[in-house]
T-cell receptor, first 112, second 113 residues
């Protein structure tokens, strides 16, 4: 059973607007969450993370929000740029272990 | 340069062949991972090695055989694979337990004929 879910396989956004990518998880033991970005023919690259002791983490144009009660996190990109077009993976782990669980990814297209 | 290097980048093999995928990390990490990425599926964890000891084996068929001779190198030996094993195989590494970040290689695209 999938413990991390990204229910939107794709998303299109106009350049300059906000992109919101969503992720849900089921395991209440998860306390560390990450977003990865993947371009074709490359491995995923780390984008931003958040610990369960926080509900928001910001890094430049990227902000991750965590709602523990809803077991939901989201990645906001603002303003979106064409270079942000990629597949975004959400991942979760329990810091007591070294297993990372990934979602199926959301393909973001930013239209110039 | 991601710090995690995978070779070969592309591999085509028949079902009776034996081949190996290689991964090397230059980050001083002590944990290394093999993930499988198939179309429209989440990244599937296959194996985890911590200080070159295998700590996870997620019910992977025995036709996949990992080897971790030291903390910097990881191999995935392949034999008698099936066409459904065609996928992108990603190697990753991370630091000690805790709030870690996985660093991935570029992947090895495997096609089984």
């Amino acid at each position: 059973d999938q413990q991390v879910k990204q229910n939107s396989p794709s998303l299109s956004v106009q350049e300059g607007r906000i992109s919101i990518l969503n992720c849900d998880y089921t395991n209440s033991m998860f306390d560390y969450f990450l977003w990865y970005k993947k371009y074709p023919a490359e491995g995923p690259t780390f984008l931003i993370s958040i610990s369960s002791i926080k509900d928001k983490n910001e890094d430049g144009r990227f902000t991750v929000f965590l709602n523990k009660s809803a077991k939901h996190l989201s990645l906001h990109i603002v303003p979106s740029q064409p270079g942000d077009s990629a597949v975004y993976f959400c991942a979760a782990s329990a810091t007591t272990g070294n297993q990372f669980y990934f979602g199926t990814g959301t393909s973001l297209t930013v239209i110039p | 340069e991601t710090g995690v290097t995978q070779t070969p980048r592309h591999l085509v093999m028949g079902m009776t062949n034996k081949k190996s995928l290689k991964c090397e990390q230059h980050l001083g990490h002590n944990a290394m991972y093999w993930y499988k990425q198939s179309a429209k599926k989440p990244l599937e964890l296959m194996f985890v090695y911590n200080f070159k000891e295998q700590t996870e084996n997620n019910s992977v068929p025995s036709r996949f055989s990992p080897e971790c001779p030291n903390s910097s190198h990881l191999f995935l030996h392949l034999h008698t694979l099936q066409p459904e094993d065609s996928a992108l195989y990603l190697c990753a590494s991370s630091g000690p337990l805790g709030a870690n970040v996985l660093t991935f290689g570029a992947g090895s695209r495997l096609t089984v004929l």
